[in-house]
């Protein structure tokens, strides 16, 4: 993504299913694509599986340099059309929207976007950072919600079980 500073990023949609294919055809004409991934929980037959699917599925975001058109990217195989405002024109994405989505993404390759919870194990200490008690410290109890967590919390020298928005807790 260095060189996505030079770039005119169009937004490419795909055929259903065809995400792998539209990007293995348009890196072939030397187009810079991204296509943001993210980790999910799939659950199937009873199981829980961990899976990287695209954070928006269909859709990945094609850089042109200015020696390059956008009409070919509309032929390449497993590519369905490129966004496209009311009069006809492709939609240029800010550089900037890009790369908060590529940062995000981190080391990993992808967004996490499993249960926060997930990460703790029960009575692992965590320090609430936003929110009326933030700076508290407490122990993970249980997951309540995809959003919300049981946290006991000492609060006035009496145990309380709070429930605590996950995105606002970190390993303390």
Known sequence: MDTAACLSWYVAVSKPRREDDARRGLEEQDYM????LCKVERRHAGKVD?????????Y?????N???S???IENTRGVAFVMRSASGNAIRVPEMVVRKIHDRMGEAGYIDMRSPAMKWLPGQHL???DGPMAGHIGKFLAECSKERVKVLLSFLGAPLAAE???KALEAA
């Open 127 to 129: 320090r609430i950072t």
């Open 66 to 68: 200015d020696r390059q």
């Open 50 to 58: 961990d899976v990287v699917v695209p954070l928006y599925p269909r």
């Open 33 to 36: 694509v991204f296509l943001p």
């Open 164 to 166: 605590v928005q996950a």
């Open 70 to 72: 956008i009409r070919p």
């Open 60 to 64: 990945m975001f094609v850089g042109l």
